[in-house]
């Protein structure tokens, strides 16, 4: 194969972390629309907004197990003429002097305006009397839940079992979602072997290249594994050509810094990618790099598994997202510090990972720098100290980004 795009390293601006969420944010991305069993559909992402075919609940219900009556009528000794269990209509209607047996989820008899709690009353032979205090009616009546014809769930929608519920109620069998993407998957560097290899001296096993797939799945795609590629500038052409012509999205970790051995930028404008970003004032991962060839994108992260961890989280998955239809969403909760955190230098925007301790007070976890992936086993999100910031003081509110 022949690449005789021109050779030359185009070193851009550092940026910082909002410029570069702006880009990924931003960027004109395409997906495909299919449709699917909805028993499928876990963990899908819906294309088209989906409403409701009829009203919920579709009649009165009562509910609770009890006796429908009269309200006018709670005072005085009550004859049973009928049972009615759920999915049966009654036949006879309630009136004065009269009540009907009745389970939780069946249809309120003609007549009736209040059901009245089993519990509460007492029953002799075919005679109830109530003994309860309680004035609830317990009836759920047509349409108090939803209106037919009202938006049950939004396009954009990332399918969990609740959203499965919704579409069975609604008899969507067939939703309309986005299309899942393969996303290739590489690591770079002569020092790493695979995870059940035993590392000689001077290796390590790649860890990165399997939390990439696990956090790939997580946000939606599909994970093609491209293996190790050495520190060879012509193998790691070879190996993203492959993985570019197969996919729209690669993700790689390592190769990517200003090294000696670094030839991950330069191989990506060996194949026409051109480099929108490769360098970004955050601390994990500045040297994280995205380039794009058309409608298909490479996205370079950070040898060391914290900084690969959280570039993919910030801002990695935003773009997969996006191309696999979904509404990127972070999830940020407000909370408390338990200690002060403090930092030397405050050139960058840094990211610390926290757990919440028992007190439900935010704390940093013991953290040794980005090749400390241990310190992610125990953390629940990130914090993040702005440009400039030195210190959060305890006690402080602090916003948390969870994982």
């Not at 049973?80 to 309120?108: D, F, H, L």
């Not at 290796?203 to 939606?220: D, E, P, T, V």
Request: proline share 5%; with cysteine; net charge neutral.
């Amino acid at each position: 194969m022949q690449f005789d795009v021109p050779l030359h390293r185009r070193f851009i601006v550092m940026i910082s972390f909002e410029e570069a969420l702006h880009i990924v944010s931003t960027l004109p991305v395409r997906s495909v629309v299919e449709t699917i069993p909805f028993e499928n559909a876990n963990g899908r992402i819906l294309s088209e907004n989906v409403f409701a075919d009829m009203d919920m609940p579709p009649f009165d219900k009562s509910a609770v197990d009890g006796f429908a009556c009269r309200s006018e009528d709670v005072a005085t000794p009550l004859e049973i003429i009928e049972t009615v269990a759920a999915g049966q209509m009654p036949t006879k209607t309630v009136v004065q002097g009269t009540c009907i047996r009745i389970m939780t989820g069946a249809p309120v008899p003609n007549g009736a305006n209040r059901i009245l709690m089993v519990e509460d009353c007492e029953l002799s032979k075919n005679t109830i009397v109530y003994k309860g205090k309680s004035k609830a009616i317990n009836i759920c009546f047509l349409g108090e839940d939803v209106r037919k014809g009202a938006q049950m769930l939004d396009a954009g929608t990332f399918i969990e079992p609740q959203h499965i519920a919704v579409l069975a109620e609604m008899g969507k069998v067939n939703p309309s979602v986005f299309k899942q993407i393969s996303v290739g998957v590489m690591s770079t560097g002569d020092e790493l072997v695979e995870p059940h290899q035993v590392p000689k001296s001077s290796q390590i096993r790649n860890s990165n290249s399997w939390q990439l797939m696990a956090q790939i799945r997580k946000a939606g795609g599909l994970p093609r594994y491209y293996g190790i590629v050495s520190d060879s500038f012509d193998q790691t052409v070879v190996t993203l050509w492959k993985a570019t012509n197969e996919n729209d999205l690669v993700f790689l970790s390592g190769g990517v810094s200003a090294g000696e051995f670094d030839f991950v930028p330069k191989a990506m404008q060996k194949l026409g990618f051109d480099i929108l970003f490769d360098s970004i004032a955050v601390q994990p991962g500045r040297p994280t790099t995205l380039a794009q060839n058309g409608h298909k994108f490479i996205f370079g992260l950070p040898g060391n598994p914290v900084s690969s961890f959280v570039q993919f989280h910030l801002l990695g998955q935003i773009l997969l997202k996006r191309m696999t239809g979904g509404v990127p969403k972070q999830i940020v909760i407000s909370g408390i510090t338990g200690k002060a955190i403090t930092r030397r230098k405050a050139d960058r925007k840094s990211f610390y990972p926290v757990y919440i301790d028992e007190a439900g007070k935010v704390n940093t976890v013991e953290y040794n720098g980005s090749a400390h992936i241990n310190s992610l086993s125990n953390a629940v999100g990130f914090i993040s100290m702005e440009i400039g910031e030195f210190e959060i003081a305890e006690g402080s509110r602090i916003d948390v980004r969870l994982f």
